[in-house]
């Protein structure tokens, strides 16, 4: 996976939550990149090339030059500083949207992808994890729903990578909360909605039209996703 020093951006990518942020923000900026699929379900997140880009197997990563960011928010940080977009240069401003987008990428996102693997994935039904999960996804949402009603982004009045960040995971949340979806959280919901009438979010979902990705949830992909579950079954 060597790239020309001054080439463009190189976007490895999948069509879940994570790399989504980073694909909107990509699009807001209007930047040129090469999209490199990875198929997760298939486990190219676990080969030698990947992992010489990202030692923690997962996808986003960007490769700028001689620069390679893994972790979608660093990515976004990454990004915004250099474009000087999307993220203030300092004071307040500054503090409050990376206030948020920690609050996304320590919060929201590590707790909706547990809610849904124990909901849908994990091998057993353990009442105790999907109440636990669950719970905390919702606590979560209250939390934004709060700060939306009261201020237009989250950051404040001016649309930001911590917007960014929430849109990746709120587009799904009906996978988690069924056929409500965000009904119970109404600011979140337009601003969902909000974003995802954008220009930069519509060929953001539009990205993974043309590649080719396994689909199907059988045996390989669950081995793929979750290689530790293999172990125990193993021993």
């Known amino acids: 996976?060597?790239?020309?020093?001054?080439?463009?951006?190189?976007?490895?990518?999948?069509?879940?939550?994570?790399?989504?942020?980073?694909?909107?923000?990509?699009?807001?900026?209007?930047?040129?990149?090469?999209?490199?699929?990875?198929?997760?379900?298939?486990?190219?997140?676990?080969?030698?090339?990947?992992?010489?880009?990202?030692?923690?197997?997962?996808?986003?990563?960007?490769?700028?030059?001689?620069?390679?960011?893994?972790?979608?928010?660093a990515i976004l940080i990454y990004l915004a500083e250099k474009e000087q977009r999307f993220l203030a240069k300092q004071g307040a401003a500054r503090a409050t949207t990376l206030s948020w987008l920690q609050f996304i990428a320590t919060g929201l996102s590590p707790f909706s992808g547990q809610a849904v693997h124990f909901l849908h994935y994990a091998p057993e039904s353990i009442a105790y994890a999907k109440n636990r999960y669950v719970k905390e996804v919702e606590r979560h949402y209250r939390v934004l729903e709060d700060r939306l009603a009261a201020s237009k982004y989250l950051a404040g009045g001016e649309y930001s990578i911590a917007d960014m960040a929430l849109w990746g995971w709120a587009r799904g949340a009906a996978y988690i909360f069924g056929d409500a979806g965000l009904t119970a959280y109404p600011h979140v919901q337009a601003l969902v909605n909000s974003i995802s009438e954008r220009p930069a979010a519509v060929r953001a979902t539009k990205l993974a039209d043309g590649l080719t990705l396994k689909t199907e949830f059988d045996d390989e992909t669950k081995r793929a996703l979750f290689p530790q579950n293999r172990a125990v079954e193993l021993q």
């Open 1 to 73: 996976m060597n790239h020309p020093a001054n080439d463009r951006l190189h976007f490895y990518f999948h069509p879940s939550p994570n790399p989504m942020k980073v694909a909107l923000l990509l699009g807001e900026l209007g930047a040129a990149f090469e999209t490199h699929a990875v198929d997760i379900f298939k486990g190219a997140q676990h080969t030698p090339e990947f992992l010489a880009l990202n030692p923690n197997g997962k996808v986003p990563v960007l490769v700028d030059g001689g620069t390679t960011v893994f972790d979608s928010h």
